[in-house]
């Protein structure tokens, strides 16, 4: 049977030196043993000083700088993308790597086993040749004629010196973790984590895990009689385990923790659970690694019994999210991890609501955050925007099963309001009827907006395309989200609509660079961020994702990434929006940190020289990306 994975390694490896010097039947051999390995951007490969790896690599897709630390600053040493090899140490040197690898942008590259290789080095002296004069010149590639020699970073300004480092920071594992065989007893399972004072085992086969048995396992499947301590271990095991590889940051721990409602990781040596045990991560771990921790506000969050106890919590969270402003912590991480500590407190609203009502929901529903919350991009106390859909039931029930579910609305924008969240001024909330409804007036709803679209039927319904499920039955979502795209399919007259309200709030720059601010108002000679900054890049990436039939996220970093995926040639200018949707997205959660309010409004006056070009430097993606919208929707008429 063909290795169709192989195969493709061997086809790409064919086109690069060394590997062009050797046969097919060579690199199918050497691709077979090869592993793919997917870095996120800023991902470490490894790090100064780290054990050498069993591998060197290949860059496949992306971008790798190679970097030193001096005087508490990285300084970029080589920039590696397609075709380009790195991490060959181990090839010539038995001591640990003296740079750090990091990924510069999303990449893909292929692990190449050394062990493996090695004999075809011996063999093959234009192979061996190669490898020497890389390791020797440090250059990524000595057939280079341009770059020979020299280190790349002569030639590239690199402008990432605000990379993050303490987000990057890795955490520490356990190294050698108890394991025990899935075919022991859960009784035996008990006494080892009592005897080591551990709260896991991992449950191994060959050295691979295959699943854990925690503290909560005990209490959830033994002490309440569901299975007999006698049973074995592989029947009461979770699996499968979620593992990582070593030197994930805290940050990235985190994030996966609460995604998988875990408080487990197994490290594995590449990362997956096909790769031998080396570690565990336990929340513990992350805790003492950073004290102010999203996981222990998820935690509050699901334990609290009031309105008030979740206000303090959404305001320990404005501390962190402040915090990691002032550390320079990526913006879309900071989304990220907010937006999952902000639905939390949205599921505890309901879930109190649910218990305050004189009976259970009469049939099932789903609740939606909208707009901002929608996209997971409110970092501030705004206002809230939400909205919820019932179960289809017959039409003389109808009236009754809405009732209850405005009444149980009006209970969970209560709470909410309490914890911080304004009352909507334009009432787009799950409270007001219009935004109660079932599944079929939901779809009714949509296809009224997308098939008679009017100016101003788009400009109200526009963020409701930003929707976030939050709780409930997803199933209800999804077919409303099926009928979506349904209706958008080859609508030109809605794109046409839904675009011309994109352009509305063109490059906030006039003739001469010059900013343009409020002319009038409470707000005269203030340059309002949100409505000619960020909402022409959030307007445009909702568009472009609509067109594209792109489902499952809503944040406009995210919306960027994966249209840079799907439209190679577009890829720099959607990269420009991201970049210049964090930088602005930034300057609004400073400006309403530092004045207690929605951060819309910055005086130009109190911005340094730099942050006035930053500023500017972030407009032109939105011309860019807006010259898109007008070539692809054909907008001239309505602009």
């Known amino acids: 049977m063909k290795n169709s994975i192989a195969e493709r390694i061997a086809d790409f490896l064919k086109k690069h030196p060394p590997f062009l010097s050797l046969s097919m039947p060579d690199l199918i051999v050497i691709s077979k043993e090869s592993q793919v390995v997917y870095l996120e951007k800023n991902q470490v490969l490894f790090n100064v000083n780290d054990q050498p790896h069993s591998f060197f690599y290949i860059v496949k897709d992306g971008a790798v700088g190679l970097s030193i630390s001096y005087d508490e600053k990285e300084i970029l040493i080589d920039k590696c993308d397609e075709g380009d090899i790195l991490g060959l140490r181990p090839f010539f040197a038995k001591d640990n790597y003296l740079m750090d690898a990091m990924a510069r942008e999303e990449s893909l590259l292929y692990a190449i086993p050394i062990a493996v290789f090695k004999k075809y080095v011996f063999q093959n002296p234009e192979v061996s040749e190669f490898l020497l004069e890389s390791f020797a ?3 990524r590639n000595p057939y280079d004629k341009e770059n020979k020699g020299k280190l790349i970073s002569e030639n590239i300004i690199y402008n990432e010196q605000d990379a993050v480092i303490q987000y990057f920071k890795p955490i520490s594992h356990t190294e050698n973790p108890i394991t025990a065989n899935g075919k022991e007893t859960v009784k035996a399972i008990a006494e080892i984590m009592v005897k080591y004072k551990i709260g896991s085992v991992v449950i191994e086969e060959n050295r691979l895990p295959i699943g854990i048995i925690t503290d909560k396992d005990l209490r959830s499947k033994i002490a309440t009689g569901m299975f007999s301590i006698n049973d074995s271990a592989d029947q009461i095991m979770s699996a499968p385990v979620i593992t990582v590889a070593v030197n994930r940051s805290v940050a990235e721990v985190q994030l996966l923790m609460m995604q998988h409602n875990i408080g487990h990781l197994c490290v594995t040596s590449d990362g997956t659970p096909a ?8 929340e513990h771990d992350v805790f003492t690694a950073q004290a102010n921790n999203p996981g222990v506000l998820i935690k509050q969050t699901k334990r609290a019994n009031t309105a008030e106890e979740l206000k303090g919590i959404r305001e320990n969270l404005t501390q962190l999210i402040q915090n990691a402003l002032d550390e320079n912590i990526p913006i ?3 989304c990220q991890i907010t937006g999952e500590i902000n639905s939390a407190i949205t599921k505890r609203a309901i879930e109190l609501s649910v218990l305050k009502m004189k009976q259970q929901p009469p049939v099932q529903f789903a609740w939606l955050n909208i707009g901002s919350q929608g996209r997971k991009e409110q970092l501030l106390l705004t206002d809230q925007d939400n909205a919820l859909v019932f179960e289809d039931v017959a039409a003389e029930k109808h009236d009754e099963v809405k009732k209850y579910f405005i009444q149980l609305a009006e209970n969970v924008t209560n709470i909410l309001n309490v914890v911080g969240y304004e009352f909507c001024p334009a009432e787009m909330m799950a409270s007001n009827p219009l935004w109660c409804k079932s599944v079929t007036e939901w779809k009714d709803q949509y296809a009224t907006w997308i ?10 319904c526009s963020i409701f395309f930003d929707y976030d499920f939050v709780y409930g039955n997803k199933e209800l979502v999804d077919s409303i989200t099926e009928a979506i795209f349904k209706n958008v399919a080859n609508n ?34 203030s340059f309002d961020v949100k409505g000619r900054g960020l909402m022409p890049l959030i307007d445009a990436a909702r ?16 919306r960027f990434k994966e249209l840079a995926a799907l439209e190679p040639q577009n890829a720099a200018i959607y990269e420009a929006c991201s970049d ?3 930088v602005l997205l930034k300057f609004r959660s400073e400006e309403g940190f530092a004045n207690n309010s929605g951060g819309r409004y910055l005086d130009l006056n109190k911005l340094s020289k ?25 907008l001239t008429y309505f602009t």
């Open 137 to 139: 010149s440090n250059t």
């Open 610 to 634: 730099l942050d006035r070009l930053k500023l500017k430097n972030a407009f032109q993606p939105i011309h860019d990306v807006q010259e898109i919208l007008k070539t692809r929707f054909q």
């Open 492 to 525: 030109q007259i809605f794109f046409a609509y839904l675009g011309g309200d994109a352009m509305k709030n063109p490059p906030p720059l006039g003739f001469f660079r010059q900013f343009l601010v409020e002319k009038d108002g409470e707000h005269k000679d």
């Open 275 to 282: 790769s031998e045990i080396i570690g565990i991560i336990s």
């Open 332 to 334: 879309g991480h900071i």
């Open 580 to 582: 210049a949707f964090s």
């Open 543 to 558: 568009l472009l994702c609509l067109d594209q039939k792109i489902t499952g996220t809503n944040n406009t970093l995210v």
């Open 451 to 460: 098939n008679s679209p009017g100016e101003k039927g788009i400009l109200m």
